[in-house]
């Protein structure tokens, strides 16, 4: 006798409300997963933050600076402390100006960063402004500042080189004069142009007062008498 055939088993049918709640699971695991890694990436950029704001920001600064030269070749470096800081120009003669100077810099602080400076690029012109804040009380002797500043130029064998004579402190204003050496700062000045004689440097000469905000950092008309005078220099000839 012929048996009967097996009858196929049909395929479940999934209910409307089934797919959609599937669908909706589906959604919440996706957007969970995007959550945990917005957060994530959220942890880590709020850490390196933290990191970054615990270095020390003359630390931060100098990196900043050696980054802008490798990224920009500026054809103008201007090495200095907070007064080259404050005004340096943005572009001199026509071209830009990378602006490397940092508050409380002395000489010391210059010698260390220019090998790494002469490695990341060759400018046209160095612009050199430094030494009110090697005058302070418990300064160096002249002749070991000068050598300092000789050695400093040499790192630029190829290019242009600009020296700024120290501001004068202003006597109308009793807040730096203590602490500075106004004595220390003439000697500088004539020290700084003895070696522009030796390297063929242009000289910027110090004016006879220079307006103020506190004594010793250029007002708005200070900075704009500072950069008329850098320029008349620089850019001479």
């Given at each position: 006798?012929?048996?009967?055939?097996?009858?196929?088993?049909?395929?479940?049918?999934?209910?409307?409300?089934?797919?959609?709640?599937?669908?909706?699971?589906?959604?919440?695991?996706?957007?969970?997963?995007?959550?945990?890694?917005?957060?994530?990436?959220?942890?880590?950029?709020?850490?390196?933050?933290?990191?970054?704001?615990?270095?020390?920001?003359?630390?931060?600064?100098?990196?900043?600076s050696y980054r802008v030269a490798l990224m920009t070749g500026a054809p103008v470096l201007a090495l200095g402390d907070s007064i080259t800081f404050q005004a340096a120009p943005s572009h001199l003669c026509g071209t830009?100006?990378?602006?490397?100077?940092?508050?409380?810099?002395?000489?010391?602080?210059?010698?260390?960063?220019?090998?790494?400076?002469?490695?990341?690029?060759?400018?046209?012109?160095?612009?050199?402004?430094?030494?009110?804040?090697?005058?302070?009380?418990?300064?160096?002797?002249?002749?070991?500042?000068?050598?300092?500043?000789?050695?400093?130029?040499?790192?630029?064998?190829?290019?242009?080189?600009?020296?700024?004579?120290?501001?004068?402190?202003?006597?109308?204003?009793?807040?730096?004069?203590?602490?500075?050496?106004?004595?220390?700062?003439?000697?500088?000045?004539?020290?700084?142009?003895?070696?522009?004689?030796?390297?063929?440097?242009?000289?910027?000469?110090?004016?006879?007062?220079?307006?103020?905000?506190?004594?010793?950092?250029?007002?708005?008309?200070?900075?704009?008498?500072?950069?008329?005078?850098?320029?008349?220099?620089?850019c001479a000839g």
């Amino acid at each position: 006798m012929t048996q009967p055939c097996a009858r196929t088993a049909a395929a479940p049918v999934v209910a409307p409300a089934s797919r959609e709640a599937d669908t909706r699971s589906a959604d919440r695991a996706r957007w969970r997963l995007w959550l945990m890694r917005a957060l994530a990436v959220g942890g880590i950029v709020g850490l390196c933050l933290v990191l970054w704001n615990r270095i020390p920001l003359h630390t931060r600064m100098i990196w900043k600076s050696y980054r802008v030269a490798l990224m920009t070749g500026a054809p103008v470096l201007a090495l200095g402390d907070s007064i080259t800081f404050q005004a340096a120009p943005s572009h001199l003669c026509g071209t830009k100006v990378l602006n490397s100077g940092i508050p409380g810099d002395r000489i010391d602080d210059l010698l260390a960063r220019a090998p790494m400076f002469s490695r990341l690029a060759t400018p046209r012109q160095v612009v050199v402004a430094i030494g009110v804040n090697d005058a302070r009380t418990g300064h160096m002797d002249i002749g070991t500042w000068a050598a300092k500043y000789r050695t400093l130029l040499g790192y630029f064998p190829k290019s242009e080189l600009v020296l700024v004579e120290v501001n004068p402190v202003d006597l109308g204003n009793p807040h730096y004069l203590p602490v500075h050496d106004r004595d220390f700062i003439a000697s500088q000045n004539a020290a700084i142009r003895v070696l522009a004689g030796e390297t063929g440097a242009r000289v910027v000469t110090a004016p006879a007062a220079s307006p103020t905000m506190d004594g010793l950092h250029p007002d708005k008309t200070g900075v704009v008498l500072w950069q008329q005078r850098l320029a008349a220099v620089a850019c001479a000839g």
